[in-house]
């Protein structure tokens, strides 16, 4: 096996509901999104894939998925107050509450398989997700 690692950055609100602390509250972060993918053997090239496929494919779905959004918890109700008020695509409910380890594994089990899916990379798997709230607090997703 051998795996490659990119990252990627975006910007997104979140706030947790049901939660007692700062972060009940809506706020913003900079999430910094490590992806690792490994495969049982390099293409023709010697690569596992291209990391220019990885920029397109995994970060181009995230960024549209995520990217200047506001993620809420779909059962929050501040979800359904703000979808009666905004007219755009600002908001983004999400089957979970939005924490750091909620998003890497949705991004690890869910989103990311998905845009490789769509873009016929087989042979590739998604082994690690790692979402970067801040400089200093992470969670990892792991196929393990």
């Known amino acids: ?7 990627h950055v975006i910007a997104a609100a979140h706030r947790l509901f049901d939660y ?9 972060h900079n999430y910094r999104i490590r992806v690792t993918l490994t495969a049982r053997a ?10 220019a496929d990885v920029k397109k494919v ?9 990217d200047h959004r506001t993620l809420l918890f779909s059962e929050d109700p501040l979800c359904g107050h703000l979808q009666s008020v905004l007219d755009d695509d600002s908001l983004r409910p ?9 998003m890497a594994s949705h991004l690890g089990t ?4 998905e845009a490789m899916a769509r873009a ?10 790692t979402v970067y709230e801040t400089d200093t607090s992470w969670a990892t997703w792991s196929a393990e």
Request: glycine share 10%.
């Open 1 to 7: 096996m051998i795996s490659i690692t990119r990252e």
């Open 20 to 28: 007692c602390g700062r972060c009940e509250r809506l706020h913003g």
């Open 42 to 51: 390099m293409n023709s090239l010697g690569m596992v894939v291209d990391f």
């Open 58 to 66: 995994l970060f181009g779905a995230l960024d549209e998925a995520w």
């Open 94 to 102: 999400v089957p979970f509450n939005p924490t750091a380890e909620n």
């Open 110 to 113: 869910v989103l990311f398989p």
């Open 120 to 129: 016929g990379m087989e042979g590739v798997a998604v082994v690690a997700v």
